[in-house]
């Protein structure tokens, strides 16, 4: 095993000195420790503008990449990774916060426990990161460990070592500062890929921090969210469906039980009522959109992540016959609110019905035509799913073995003696 140690450094010339000492010095001790047999190391210089590419560029055992402009945290590992030769690569901060020989036990943690990533977590006890960014930290864990039900505790480490023949599955990737979180979030979100964390010492950097607290903040905030979205969709859209119609369910409480009661609403409760129908209706349609976003899923990946118990269900419900049994179930409903209406409007030329009745089958009839159309889309994304697999497995046709040529028996002793005059020497 080979590993490729990536070092991106942005005006670190306060500190880029030391860590590639440190790191060249931890070598022997990641070799002996751990299954590594050789280490090279790439210092990449993301468009420094002080003298961190010449103080690089005087170790002669180290490779250097200098970039003339900033292109991003992400895109200097990136590119180290592509000019790397190692199995497995790795990289780490040029701000002197993590030891390098720590490598020799995230390569072993990789390798006892055949991993995809091997990630250093900076929060353990004899952590020195400041209380802000580790709130920060912990928030962003405990969001993406919710969202992929998977446990992690240090979302954006930056040590951590990852198998090379897996680059390709995690990529694209961000070019900015957002890289670690957008990897981390990668990893969890696939079943197909797995990560083990060890807890490692951080100390204190040197030099000034290129992180701003609330605007990478925000960018992390918003990779989880884009990366749960490209790959558990129906966390999101099922979470948030959940939430509408419990705050539906609560906000119409009351009038259901003024309903109950007296037999009416009161006109006051107007204005709840369209509310609890906003919400129904958007529940429903975050219920269509995350079963939509999960045969999308399907479609482009249909090997991958097996479904879960709530999305099996509602991709029972979100089908021909599902729709016709809740149009069936929905229409005593429907008649029981509108019928009398409809009749006395047939017979009198009067409607006498109670704003209320109307607002909710007309909540009912959008949420069942939504339901129709959803199971529309649905069963064309299902067909293609099923054809895309169907022609990712080889045909049983490719599969059997070429038959063997026939040959009469009475052929063979003819064949053998041509075979061995043809071989004789020529008399002279």
């Known amino acids: 095993m080979k590993l490729t140690i990536v070092i991106p450094a942005l005006n670190e010339e306060q500190a880029i000195g030391s860590i590639i000492e440190r790191t060249l010095a931890a070598r022997e001790v990641i070799k002996a420790d751990s299954p590594v047999e050789a280490v090279e190391i790439i210092v990449v210089s993301d468009g420094s503008t002080d003298r961190t590419a010449e103080i690089a560029a005087s170790y002669d055992e180290i ?32 701000d002197g916060t993590c030891e390098p020989t720590f490598f020799a036990t995230l390569c072993r943690e990789l390798d006892e426990n055949n991993a995809s990533v091997s990630i250093g977590s900076r929060l353990g006890s004899d ?13 962003y864990a405990f969001i993406l460990s919710a969202l992929s039900n998977k446990v992690v505790t240090d979302t954006a480490s930056g040590m951590r070592v990852i ?12 070019d900015g500062l957002h890289f670690t979180p957008a990897m981390s979030a990668r990893v969890l979100m696939d079943d197909e890929l797995t990560i083990v964390e060890k807890p490692m010492r951080y100390t204190e ?22 990366m749960t979205l490209m790959w558990r969709p129906a966390k999101l859209f ?43 209706s958007l529940g429903v349609s975050l219920i269509s959109m995350g079963v939509l976003a999960v045969n999308l899923h399907r479609m482009v990946n249909p090997s991958r992540n097996a479904p879960t118990f709530i999305a099996t269900m509602l991709d029972k419900l979100y089908s021909a016959k599902g729709a016709i049994v809740v149009t069936l179930l929905a229409m005593p409903g429907l008649l029981w609110l509108v019928g009398e209406g409809i009749w006395t409007r047939i017979t009198l030329g009067v409607v006498e019905l109670h704003w209320s009745r109307v607002v909710l089958a007309g ?40 038959p063997k040529p026939f040959v009469h028996a009475t052929a063979v002793p003819h064949m053998l003696t041509a075979a061995k005059e043809k071989a004789q020497p020529a008399e002279i």
Request: aromatic content about 10%; proline content about 4%; glycine content about 8%.
């Open 363 to 402: 909540v009912a009839v959008f949420a069942i035509a939504q339901l129709s159309l959803s199971v529309l889309l649905a069963n064309i994304m299902r067909y293609h799913a099923k054809r895309g697999l169907a022609q990712s497995q080889p045909s049983p046709l490719q599969t059997k073995s070429a």
């Open 127 to 139: 952590s020195e990161m400041p209380r802000v960014r580790r709130l920060g930290n912990r928030i």
């Open 238 to 280: 099922f979470a948030s469906a959940a939430m509408c119609l419990c705050v539906m369910t609560l906000l119409a409480a009351g009038p259901v039980e003024s309903w109950l009661r007296m037999g009416r609403f009161n006109n006051d409760m107007i204005y709840r009522l369209l509310f609890c129908s906003l919400l129904g």
């Open 205 to 226: 950097r040197v030099g000034e921090s290129k992180l701003h607290v609330i605007k990478d903040g925000l960018r992390f905030f918003r990779t989880i969210f884009e």
């Open 63 to 94: 490779g250097l990449i200098v970039f003339e402009k900033n292109r991003g945290y992400g895109a200097a590992i990136k590119r180290g990774f592509e000019v790397g030769t190692g199995d497995v690569v790795g990289f780490l901060d040029a």
């Open 163 to 174: 198998r090379r023949d897996v680059l390709q599955q995690l990529y694209p990737l961000p």
